[in-house]
């Protein structure tokens, strides 16, 4: 792998794995057009570090106020609330395990790049444009996520394991259908991402015997961490501005587009 393809792979990969347009889809694509090689599991642990810490970053006056009020400290956050949206995180992680148990031989493949993909951008695009609409709505904040809805957000972002659905789109969509403001769903959906991308990243760390260091590994870091802040900031900064329709819109085109040139 060349320093100009890390690069490139990196950019990707950071901006849309917090961007609801699937990272799996959009890391299958660039590959598939250029004729790259399939990348290392190695370069996969390197991004998803990348994007992690991007994450802890960017969220790291939340992160310290809840756990400061866990814990007894003085905090803008109450004790009760940030127990119960503790357990709530907690909850929303347990879909995980069963799933990923009995999906362990099945998953490679269904995150491959694959002709399912342009249908799962297609399909659950109509999902956040619906949702967009529902968000309009919403009122609950994430300290009002009750034990069923952390299950029911839990139990969507399984469906993630799929190339083209997206993470962040189907736990904020369906926060969004639960009744959770558009800001509160998003902040729910990526402080639940910090354990479930550090699982992911320990779960990648353990199946590869070694990890190697290397110039173009360095390299994609860098852009998947400064790619991933930057999609985190138009999230949440521009988030008004920049409607989950319009995430939809757009992967409706490129389903299009795929399903026309590349299948």
């Known amino acids: 792998m060349t320093i100009i393809q890390a690069i490139i792979l990196g950019l990707v990969q950071g901006l849309t794995e917090f961007l609801p347009i699937s990272s799996s889809a959009h890391l299958g694509i660039i590959p598939a057009i250029f004729k790259w090689q399939e990348q290392s599991i190695g370069f996969d642990i390197y991004l998803h570090a990348a994007s992690l810490i991007a994450l ?26 940030s127990r119960k949206f503790g357990l709530a995180i907690f909850i929303s992680l347990l879909p995980l395990i069963p799933a990923y148990l009995l999906l362990h031989n099945f998953i490679d493949s269904i995150q491959t790049f694959s002709i399912l993909t342009p249908y799962l951008l ?12 529902v968000g309009e709505k919403g009122k609950l904040n994430i300290f009002e996520v009750s034990k069923l809805k952390a299950i029911l957000i839990g139990i969507a972002q399984c469906i993630a394991f799929f190339s083209g659905v997206s993470r962040s789109g189907i736990t904020i969509s369906t926060g969004l259908f639960l009744g959770l403001k558009i800001e509160e769903a998003k902040k729910y959906t990526f402080l639940l991402a910090i354990p479930t991308i550090a699982g992911g990243f320990l779960m990648e760390l353990i199946s590869t015997k070694s990890l190697v260091f290397s110039i173009p590994l360095l390299a994609g870091f860098i852009a998947a961490f400064l790619s991933s802040y930057l999609a985190l900031i138009l ?29």
Do not use: P, T
């Open 56 to 81: 802890v970053l960017f969220f790291k006056k939340d992160i310290r106020g809840l756990l400061g009020a866990i814990i007894g400290k003085k905090s803008e956050f109450s004790s009760a609330n």
């Open 235 to 263: 999230l949440f900064k521009y988030g008004s501005k920049l409607k989950l329709s319009y995430y939809g819109y757009y992967r409706i085109i490129l389903g299009i587009i795929l399903l026309i040139f590349l299948f």
């Open 122 to 133: 297609i399909i659950f695009a109509i999902v956040l444009i619906i949702a967009d609409r």
